[in-house]
């Protein structure tokens, strides 16, 4: 639904450039909620306000439900036009809300239907429709100063619906909200995502709204893309940042001679018993230093940091056994291994989580 080839942003302020997209490549698929994650300055902005050409991108190609939005910005004087057209498929909700203060919550919704050429009577209808959906039918006739967070940016949402857009871009929806009000905020796109079939690409930097929402989750830095896949696939995959930034085990080995194994179990390998036949088999001492279970993405996920006793060089076969058990393993701390230098896993990485306000 949403694909970037090449995308590539070079501001130039000041005599300066600054790189803030590096040749992205995303890929959303039809129906599913992608969440982008990155530190402050990553470039996640920028990413979201190319996609819709808010921003003109520098080089690349976007293209949207199979329109390259990118060609229609270059052709001559009616291309604007094209491009207005276009984006009305693509709905925006922004961090702010930016709602008009001075007109009704429903005259704000009926902004872009205004836009789009509607009649009055069609515009209130419409409007009206989208406020229930969005469970504001009672609010209609008040102004945005008489609502909380929470409900402005119900708003905000039914507005980007007004023009029946198949993919919703979602510019830090949920950061200026508190969390009781950002669950209910994101329960809303997720029904949305459901009930419409409604594409949604939303930038965040807050791992719990990848956990509650997000199907497929992308990682950037430097105005590149580090990592990308869907959640349980990220899970899946060992030295992954996104996954041990989701699902964090902590747990300090007990000593340098011991190797420390992270283990990821999810779908059918989360009820199996494990670890007891790991002990049985190979009469091993098993420590758990640390665990947790959650629900990601909606399905029920398990992670474990497992010690087991000695050097690595003792422990190939066992770890070999955990790997053919079809679950996610993760050497952190391996004494004796080749290039075991820098294996040593017990400094998490940085959280992602700091500073990322605007
Ligand atoms: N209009 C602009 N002019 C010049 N530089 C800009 C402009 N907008 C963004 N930048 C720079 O581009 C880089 C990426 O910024 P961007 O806002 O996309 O990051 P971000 O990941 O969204 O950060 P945040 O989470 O703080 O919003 C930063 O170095 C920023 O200073």
């Given at each position: 639904m949403i694909t970037t080839k090449d995308l590539t942003k070079v501001y130039r302020s000041r005599g300066r450039e600054i790189t803030?997209?590096?040749g992205v490549d995303l890929h959303v698929r039809e129906g599913e909620v992608y969440g982008v994650l990155g530190r402050s300055g990553a470039g996640k902005s920028t990413l979201i306000r190319c996609v819709n050409l808010l921003e003109r991108p520098t080089a690349g190609t976007v293209i949207v439900d199979g329109r390259e939005l990118t060609a229609l910005a270059g052709r001559g004087p009616r291309a604007g036009g094209e491009l207005r057209r276009a984006r009305t498929r693509i709905g925006m909700v922004f961090q702010h809300f930016n709602l008009l203060s001075s007109r009704t919550v429903q005259d704000n919704v009926e902004l872009p239907l205004e836009i789009l050429g509607l009649s009055g009577r069609e515009r209130a209808r419409k409007a009206l429709d989208l406020l229930d959906l969005v469970g504001?039918?009672?609010?209609?006739?008040?102004?945005?100063?008489?609502?909380?967070g929470g409900q402005k940016q119900r708003v905000g949402i039914a507005r980007a619906l007004a023009g029946d857009p198949k993919v919703l871009l979602s510019d830090?929806?949920?950061?200026?909200?508190?969390p009781e009000t950002t669950r209910s905020v994101l329960q809303l796109l997720r029904d949305l995502n459901r009930q419409l079939g409604l594409t949604i690409l939303l930038i965040t930097h807050e791992m719990d709204v990848v956990k509650a929402v997000c199907d497929s989750a992308a990682l950037m830095r430097g105005g590149r893309i580090t990592e990308a896949g869907t959640v349980p696939e990220l899970l899946a995959t060992p030295g992954s940042e996104l996954a041990r930034e989701l699902f964090p085990v902590g747990g300090q080995a007990s000593g340098d001679d011991r190797t420390v194994v992270d283990i990821t179990f999810h779908g059918?390998?989360?009820?199996?018993p494990v670890i007891s036949r790991l002990a049985r088999t190979y009469t091993i001492d098993i420590a758990v230093l640390g665990a947790a279970m959650d629900t990601v993405a909606g399905r029920q996920v398990g992670r474990m940091r497992i010690e087991l006793p000695g050097p690595f060089e003792e422990n190939v076969v066992p770890i070999g056994y955990l790997r053919e058990q079809g679950l996610g393993i993760e050497v952190v701390q391996a004494p004796g291994a080749p290039g075991a230098e820098g294996t040593d896993g017990r400094d998490a990485a940085p959280a992602l989580t700091q500073g990322g306000g605007r």
């Open positions: 803030a997209l590096d504001l039918a009672d609010k209609a006739r008040v102004h945005p100063a008489q609502l909380s830090e929806a949920t950061s200026a909200l508190d059918e390998t989360a009820t199996q």
